[in-house]
Nanobody, 115 residues
Framework: QVQLVESGGGLVQPGGSLRLSCAAS????????MGWYRQAPGKQRELVAT???????NYADSVKGRFTISRDNAKNTVYLQMNSLKPEDTAIYYC?????????WGQGTQVTVSS
């Protein structure tokens, strides 16, 4: 019923940009705090950015100043604009509620920053 579908990932060079999208269905995402998460091979999933229903945002120190989380309530979609990408940003990126809900994890979208 609830589905969160991530898209927009790809292969980019260091310093490049990507815009990720998280399309929600089965829920009205605008009434929840939402987050972007990422998981690199051999590492735990980590929180990247959050946004509240009032559009208050928070970022991990590692991405602060480079990433921007936003939401379009009419489209039931959350975005992550990623600029000045670094190889350490390589990971599978997921969206979910914040705090996350176990059954809402989707397939994620792969971001690869080559060096």
């Amino acid at each position: 019923q609830v589905q969160l579908v991530e898209s927009g990932g790809g292969l980019v060079q260091p310093g490049g940009s990507l815009r990720l999208s998280c399309a929600a269905s089965g829920i009205i995402s605008s009434i929840y705090s939402m987050g972007w998460y990422r998981q690199a091979p051999g590492k735990q999933r980590e929180l990247v950015a959050t946004i509240t229903p009032g559009r208050i945002t928070n970022y991990a120190d590692s991405v602060k100043g480079r990433f921007t989380i936003s939401r379009d309530n009419a489209k039931n979609t959350v975005y992550l604009q990623m600029n000045s990408l670094k190889p350490e940003d390589t990971a599978i990126y997921y969206c979910n509620k914040y705090p996350p809900y176990k059954t809402y994890w989707g397939q994620g979208t792969q971001v690869t920053v080559s060096s």
